[in-house]
């Protein structure tokens, strides 16, 4: 499994937002500072702002804002609002197995409920 760049970029920039906290960022800063793309920021900025962990403020001194304090964004639910975890084709559509008595599956969603659970067990703010 790999998590995508949407996600790892979110991170960031609420990993960002977080140690700055006592101002407004600007996406160009945010992207100057990654090295990433401002364009591909913007698209992280509406879904997170629409998940409701970012706000935005217009204006001569406006920018991002952390909408929640860190302890309340957890880590598990991030990235359950934004990858994929349909980790097997199966596990789409109408989930069933072309393999006969495939256990696969089972071990699967196993392995995932794991990774999930350790990331749900943590914040935002465990990280800073």
């Known amino acids: 499994m790999k998590i995508t760049q949407f996600t790892d970029y979110s991170l960031r920039l609420l990993l960002h ?3 700055n906290r006592e101002r407004a960022v600007t996406v160009r800063e945010v992207a100057d500072y990654y090295g ?5 920021l913007k698209k992280i ?8 962990h970012v706000r935005t403020v217009r ?3 406006g920018g991002l804002l952390l909408a929640r304090d860190p302890k309340d964004i957890n880590l598990g639910r991030l990235f359950r609002d934004e990858e994929n975890l349909a980790l097997l084709p199966c596990f789409e559509g109408d989930g069933r197995c072309p393999v006969r008595d495939c ?3 089972g071990l699967v969603d196993r392995a995932l409920d794991a990774f999930l659970a350790v990331l749900e067990g943590q914040t935002l703010g465990d990280i800073l």
């Open 17 to 19: 937002l977080a140690h």
């Open 36 to 40: 990433i793309s401002a364009d591909h």
């Open 59 to 61: 204006g001569k001194n």
């Open 103 to 105: 256990k696969l599956r």
């Open 45 to 52: 900025v509406r879904q997170l702002a629409e998940l409701g």
